[in-house]
């Protein structure tokens, strides 16, 4: 504790008698130390002379007062006030001399500066009653306590006189729900109260507070960051939910309220849905899954019973359906600007996914790219209703599906259309039928927002036209409809984007996504290439002179940057891209350019190559060692796929090479996988490398036809955790020996990651049953790789 000190001159003047005056001594005023407190940075009138008295009972007066190291202070009406400095916490003392006109005294007075808060909200995934709530700080301290009601709402007043830091709320169920704990990190006091201030209230309800809402998605949000710390992660709280792979969170966040609510699935004694997790030494996935097989719940081949399956699944509807997680769209929450959906794994995320752009007067657009024939920007407007967030497009760009029949669609007509729709099948006006369906309004229930990253809940109407031919030019008839659909939504607002640098893009090359035809040949000797066009990952290096190389094209181009948007201009494509969310370890971006008049914006992942080949790196491989593919990395368990997902391939020191994968009868596709096949004789496959670039041809003939195809890998490097990055493509040409041919198929260039994986260790029982069988070729026609002839992985 400081003091401010006031040096003090004390006169003693000695009266002299005159002609027979007194002999009495005046003394100087006595003084008591005083003590007050202040609240949320008010002002307080301190009366320091109630508690002071002159001997002579002389009328005293505040001649000075000292400076406190915090606030201010001043004499007014012969008071003392005090005023703290914004957010000012703990104890401050000053000085004050006080004089009865000839001698004075001093003293002090001791202030103490109080902040406080209250937050009300409701602690639920099932509204818990008569629980109890506490908000601690990072030591875990209790600093306020309340209890919920029957609805599970409380009202937590926090009074505070030093700086607590960050703040967490727990609630704890009692009775028949003692075994819910859930937590919200709400985040540092400081910024609370200036949020109170800034709303000029003290009271701190879910409508400013999300946070308030102490629910299984905090809580999953809450446990994954405490994994997250313990692995070493130094990222902040707010950091580390901005990269949240939001997926997992709602996963996590239903296994919860599977544990909360359904009576099936119990905790052991003295365990409760926090302290689950917390007194485990494993990871998150790990700790569920032994769990679930000591429930039994576990199958042979490692997915899930059906019986949580079940749970699980009614468990994330019921997250997404309740109203009292969901949040409420504004018009300043939408208006101006862009939302970007994306669908995130592991390693790669979708692309071409939908952009949503929000003018301040209700108009907007909705552009897409997610494949060559589906890339569209269509005008809509926007409203908020009632906090939902409704888009109209009355003119949306259908998706388009050729199938053979149209069974899949006629649940959505009546049955006099339907038996419409049957005649017209057997009429046999095409081969296929054209599927349109066009989203002609959505509504977004926003179910949770933070940072910028959110999940919604969105209803559409379709609308729905079927008819039975590829074009219009056969007469055929249409038959149109709507019907409702709804699905989950992440997306991000890009104008909270991250921060990258010209130098972030420099360090590195990048591998990015763009729409653009890509020619190759089957045979490099006979030429006749084949192009495609798609949306293609390239390899792009960075110089210093503002060029950039492609290293697909072996081309030269230009790139530009300005405020976190790259503008590149390669292979006769012009685009820029403006990274908006950090995802594990790529990035997020919303990519633009102009196509007829028309601005097309869509979202896909973009990745720094900050990495490369070792020098030692050797890709041959024999079975068990073989290289997996990781593009089914959102099924996989503990990091490694399930068999029955499992693509793999393997490239022998002799120069042949194969693909190994389960062996399934799709006859009876839920009986488990017994055994890996490959299919390395099936196509006589040869590899060969020269440099980074790895080829591997493969020859199937028979009597009927010869199937020839070509894969090429370009080989970027390998991550730290193992992973060998390329950018793969095939092409395969079909010939009949009957003269029948049809145009040469393929694959445009994306990026994918193989895992180095031992499928001995990795699945011993099904690896015993490959070894006594032998691997071989695939020999039932049910099997995957011989069941067509078209590409597969």
Request: proline residues 4%; negative net charge.
């Amino acid at each position: 504790m400081k003091h401010s000190i006031i040096a003090l001159v004390v006169s003693a003047t000695f009266l002299s008698a005159c002609g027979g005056g007194s002999d009495e001594k005046n003394q100087a005023p006595i003084l008591t130390a005083d003590a007050a407190s202040t609240l949320n940075d008010s002002a307080v009138t301190v009366d320091v002379l109630a508690n002071d008295s002159d001997p002579n009972g002389d009328a005293l007066t505040i001649s000075a007062v000292g400076t406190p190291d915090v606030g201010e202070v001043t004499i007014t009406n012969n008071t003392l006030v005090y005023t703290p400095s914004a957010q000012a916490m703990g104890d401050v003392s000053f000085s004050y001399e006080v004089t009865d006109g000839e001698l004075s005294s001093s003293s002090t007075v001791t202030i103490t500066n109080q902040q406080s808060v209250t937050i009300s909200g409701i602690a639920t995934d099932a509204p818990l009653n008569n629980g109890a709530v506490t908000a601690t700080n990072n030591n875990g301290d209790v600093l306020a306590t309340a209890t919920t009601d029957s609805n599970g709402r409380y009202s937590l007043p926090i009074l505070v006189s030093e700086n607590p830091g960050y703040l967490v709320l727990n609630a704890n169920g009692v009775g028949d729900q003692a075994h819910v704990s859930l937590v919200s990190r709400v985040g540092n006091f400081l910024d609370l109260s200036a949020l109170a201030s800034e709303n000029d209230t003290n009271e701190l309800s879910d409508a400013l507070l999300l946070e308030s809402k102490i629910t299984h998605v905090s809580t999953a949000l809450s446990i994954m960051y405490t994994e997250y710390v313990n692995d070493g992660g130094e990222a902040s709280f707010d950091v580390y939910v901005a990269e949240a792979d939001f997926e997992k969170v709602l996963g996590l966040a239903s296994f919860i309220k599977v544990l909360a609510d359904n009576e099936d699935f119990s905790l052991p004694d003295g365990t409760d849905t926090v302290s689950f997790f917390a007194n485990s030494e494993e990871n998150i996935l790990t700790t569920i899954r032994a769990y679930l097989n000591d429930l039994g719940l576990i199958n042979e081949d490692g997915t899930y019973a059906d019986a949580f399956a079940d749970a699980i699944n009614t468990a994330r509807v019921e997250t997404l359906e309740d109203d009292t997680l969901q949040q409420s769209y504004s018009e300043s929450s939408v208006a101006g600007k862009t939302f970007a959906t994306y669908n995130a794994g592991a390693y790669l995320a979708t692309k071409g996914s939908a952009v949503y752009t929000f003018n301040d007067d209700g108009t907007g657009s909705k552009s897409s790219a997610e494949n060559y024939y589906n890339i569209f920007s269509d005008s809509v407007s926007w409203s908020v209703d009632d906090g939902v967030l409704v888009v109209v497009n009355p003119d949306a760009t259908p998706s388009l599906e050729f199938p053979l029949s149209p069974s899949n669609y006629l649940e959505y007509f009546d049955e006099e259309t339907v038996l419409q729709i049957l005649a017209a099948d057997e009429e046999g006006y095409s081969a296929q039928w054209r599927i349109e369906k066009s989203p002609v309004s959505e509504s977004f229930e926003l179910v949770y927002e933070n940072g910028g990253n959110a999940i919604a809940q969105v209803s559409q109407v379709i609308e729905l036209t079927i008819t039975p031919a590829v074009d219009e030019s056969y007469g055929a008839p249409k038959f149109v409809t709507e019907y409702p659909q709804t699905y989950t939504s992440i997306y991000s607002d890009t104008s909270e984007a991250i921060s990258l640098s010209g130098e972030d893009v420099l360090a590195s090359p990048w591998v990015v996504a763009y729409n653009s035809e890509f020619e190759y040949s089957l045979n490099d000797q006979e030429g006749n290439p084949v192009s495609l066009e798609g949306m293609i990952s390239d390899y792009l290096t960075f110089n210093d002179d503002n060029t950039v190389t492609s290293r697909l094209f072996g081309t030269q181009g230009s790139w530009a940057f300005d405020s976190g948007t790259i503008s590149l201009s390669v292979n006769g494509k012009s685009f820029t891209v403006t990274p908006f969310k950090k995802q594990n370890d790529y990035l997020i971006a919303v990519y633009e350019y102009e196509e007829a008049g028309n601005v097309i914006k869509y979202a896909a992942d973009m990745h720094s190559i900050d990495f490369s080949l070792p020098e030692s790196f050797d890709v041959t491989s024999t079975p068990p060692k073989v290289w997996a593919s990781t593009l089914s990395a959102s099924l996989f368990v503990n990091d490694l796929p399930l068999a029955e997902d499992l693509w793999s391939y393997y490239f022998d020191s002799d120069g042949t090479a194969g693909r190994v994968f389960a062996e399934i009868d799709y006859s009876e596709p839920d009986l488990p996988v017994s055994r890996f096949v490959d299919d390395s004789a099936l196509y006589n496959f040869q590899w060969q490398q020269e440099g980074d670039l790895l080829t591997l041809d493969g020859l199937r003939e028979n009597s009927a036809f010869v199937f020839q195809r070509r894969f090429k890998w370009e080989l970027l490097g390998v991550t730290d955790s193992g992973l060998m990055a390329t950018i793969e493509y095939q092409v395969g040409t079909i010939n009949y020996s009957d003269g029948y041919s049809v145009e040469p198929v393929g694959t445009v260039p994306r990026l994918n990651f193989f895992m180095p994986l031992n499928l001995e260790e990795a699945y011993p029982e099904i690896w015993g049953n490959t070894e006594i069988n032998g691997l071989n070729t695939p020999d039932s026609q049910n099997n995957r790789s011989v069941s067509s002839l078209e590409l597969d992985q």
